[in-house]
């Protein structure tokens, strides 16, 4: 394993910490691509990461009262150091796939309603693993790099970006921002109206993990796809008589649960759509709008987009990795990215 890591060293890595998953890129390969849970037990010197990835997600609603299942990049999850917890755990992750020195840029993928008290966060987390060489890059720009899209040039471009808890969408031009917008809104809100569907219509109570894998499997943003979903069969017990029951959910179902998020989507996107200059909206008009993330992954979510705003909407290449391959791609050309914060 040592000689292997010798082989391997890399000049950039990147960092994409998101709410449901987080993956790290080297190299120009992924070398983490893993759910954002750890599992925390605090003790007399701090606290100790007892479990993390996919075990500790498994974990939530069954762990011991001495256990805390967090998620580092939930707002309400900013304590015990967390971001500097899973930021040392990927990197352990990172580091038996490659080497990284003192010298290696590190990128970091950030929100457009990234604040300065963010950013102290993140400053202290890397400057207690030793990490001096650390660089944020908004992904709204990562996401348009990675798709070989010229950020610097005049001419405008929509990315709308759905990760796990919120969705950001923005028009760039020139290396900065003309128009954007964040909601709190994403793919863990299609999953919560999956279970709130379910709760409501069918008197069934069924855990988040579950409830993703309806989403996954017969998710449909739009109630009459050519090509359709398949039929999902759920079971759980009765809210009120206990008794395992299981019904089978068709997609058109599950696409009414998702209108009310989505509709939110739609409107955040609208509104951007109104305050774009004139002579950008014609830039995208005729190219597209790109759409990225995880939550973007929902079937027949860009054709309901474009429907909506009458303009076509495509998926990114590498959607699940665009920020962290377009943060990588990024810090290779430091002196042309003026929107790279040194941290």
Not at 113 to 131: H, I, P, Q, S
Not at 144 to 170: F, R, S, W
Request: net charge negative.
């Amino acid at each position: 394993m040592e000689n292997e890591t010798i082989q391997n060293p890399v000049s950039e890595i990147a960092f994409d910490l998101g709410t449901v998953n987080s993956v790290v890129v080297g190299g120009g390969n992924v070398l983490v691509d893993v759910p954002s849970w750890l599992g925390i037990e605090m003790e007399s010197k701090g606290p100790k990461v007892c479990c993390k990835w996919d075990e500790a997600r498994n974990m939530k609603g069954r762990n011991i009262s001495t256990l805390k299942i967090i998620q580092p990049m939930k707002n309400d999850s900013m304590f015990y150091n967390s971001v500097e917890l899973l930021v040392l755990e990927l990197l352990l992750e990172a580091k038996k796939k490659c080497s990284i020195s003192a010298e290696t840029k590190i990128g970091i993928g950030i929100p457009l309603d990234f604040t300065y008290g963010d950013r102290l966060v993140f400053r202290e987390a890397f400057k207690n693993l030793g990490c001096n060489n650390v660089y944020l890059i908004p992904s709204i720009f990562a996401v348009a790099i990675a798709q070989g899209l010229n950020v610097n040039n005049v001419l405008g471009k929509m990315i709308i970006e759905i990760g796990g808890g919120k969705t950001q969408i923005a028009v760039i031009c020139m290396g900065g921002i003309v128009v954007c917008e964040s909601i709190p809104i994403g793919g863990e809100a299609f999953t919560a109206a999956i279970q709130e569907g379910l709760r409501i219509n069918h008197n069934i109570k069924v855990s988040e993990c579950t409830a993703e894998g309806i989403k996954r499997t017969s998710g449909t943003a739009l109630v009459d796809m050519e090509n359709p979903q398949a039929y999902y069969a759920v079971s759980g017990a009765h809210i009120v008589t206990a008794e395992q029951i299981e019904v089978k959910l068709s997609p058109n179902e599950i696409a009414e649960w998702l209108h009310e998020p989505l509709t939110k989507i739609e409107n955040a996107v609208s509104n951007v759509l109104e305050r774009v200059p004139p002579e950008l909206f014609n830039d995208f008009a005729v190219d597209g709008i790109w759409l990225s993330g995880g939550g973007a992954m929902l079937y027949g979510l860009a054709e309901r987009l474009s429907r909506k705003t009458k303009i076509k909407v495509k998926l990114v290449d590498e959607t699940f990795y665009s920020v962290a391959q377009g943060v990588e791609m990024a810090l290779k050309n430091l002196e042309e990215n003026q929107f790279i914060i040194k941290l």
